[in-house]
């Protein structure tokens, strides 16, 4: 064993594996297996295609914000704003001060999608986030089971999602090469139909940043949507469980590239690439582009319906999103706006920019 000059022994040659990757790994290992753990017992077609509509309130598998949407959903360990309370809530962790985020979609047909997050650093260990979803999908004719119309008029079903979070940097894990973050979500989740139901579902997320290495990189695993679904008439839903692992690399200065596998109980495992590049027009501006791949799309819909684009511009504490996405054999594309108000971090030790 040797010592460095900051007094930490690190392992010769041929002996263990360094701290920060064993920690790394369990890191992922307890996201990994809290999704296993939060899986419901169900048929054995468990993440395969045919499990496709078998848990209820699909809703929450509708992405949010611009910026993680155009990079293709590969967004675990890159988030690091009041998105993070959808994406992965361990991204909260790295808001410096306050972060408020709004987004505005429209699907196919006459569904559309509004969130509204805000994030507030409270001391130099924790950031607490509220936010709040409301899918509509405008009116539907009343038929019977056979789809015959049924009276007259129409129904407008509606879906709410409530969600409270909290993320912190553990620091009995961190030292000066490497911050390990962690963060919960809770939610609560109302859908009118023709009759009400509520469910209540919850994440759990890590993610670990390294900085003095080649090039920095993040690692990330985040289990989402684990908890009591819906319950319309005599059986209550499940909720859709998936497991997420990721990680982003920065190889030159503006670039970011991330990997994403996502491990969904109702569907097959898939994976997403995205990458984004910052110019820096000035100290106040900034302009980014960004593009992305999501194999679980091309299962779903077809080839098309996998890729992804997005613009981005950074104005002071202001920032605009826009992401453009195919929608395969459903026809038309869609169109995500977001924008954010992130305000930087203070001079002080803790909330220093890396």
Request: no cysteine.
């Amino acid at each position: 064993m040797s010592e460095t000059n900051t007094g930490r022994r690190r392992p010769g040659p041929g002996r263990r594996l360094p701290r920060s990757l064993r920690l790394t790994l369990a890191v992922l290992a307890a996201g990994a297996a809290s999704g296993l753990w939060a899986t419901p017992v169900r048929a054995t077609s468990d993440f395969t295609p045919s499990a496709i509509g078998t848990s209820g309130s699909e809703f929450l598998l509708f992405d949010i914000g611009a910026r993680g949407i155009g990079m293709g959903g590969a967004y675990t360990a890159v988030t690091d704003d009041a998105y993070s309370l959808y994406w992965n809530p361990a991204g909260l962790a790295k808001i410096p001060r306050l972060s408020l985020a709004t987004m505005y979609s429209m699907y196919v047909q006459d569904i559309s999608y509004q969130s509204a997050s805000y994030a507030q650093r409270i001391d130099d260990n924790s950031v607490v986030a509220a936010g709040f979803r409301y899918q509509d999908l405008g009116a539907i004719g009343r038929t019977d089971i056979t789809a015959n119309p049924v009276g007259i008029g129409t129904f407008h079903p509606r879906n709410y999602v409530a969600e409270l979070g909290w993320g912190q940097t553990i620091y009995d894990l961190s030292d000066s090469e490497m911050d390990i973050d962690m963060g919960v979500t809770g939610r609560w989740i109302h859908s009118e139909m023709v009759e009400h139901a509520n469910g209540y579902g919850g994440d759990l997320g890590f993610q670990a940043h390294f900085y003095n290495n080649y090039l920095p990189y993040d690692l990330a695993a985040v289990v989402q949507n684990m908890g009591a679904g819906q319950k319309f008439n005599q059986t209550r839903d499940t909720l859709p469980t998936r497991a997420r692992l990721g990680g982003a690399v920065r190889p030159v200065q503006g670039l970011t590239v991330s990997l994403e596998a996502i491990v969904p109980v109702t569907n097959s495992p898939a994976g997403a690439i995205g990458g984004e590049y910052v110019w820096e027009v000035d100290k106040e501006v900034k302009a980014m582009l960004r593009g992305g791949f999501n194999s679980q799309n091309i299962i779903d819909l077809d080839v098309m319906a996998g890729l992804s684009l997005g613009l981005g511009l950074t104005v002071a504490d202001f920032t605009f999103d826009y992401a453009f996405v195919p929608m395969g054999v459903l026809g038309d594309a869609t169109h995500r706006f977001s924008v954010s108000f992130n305000l930087p971090a203070k001079l002080s030790h803790r909330s220093r920019e890396r």
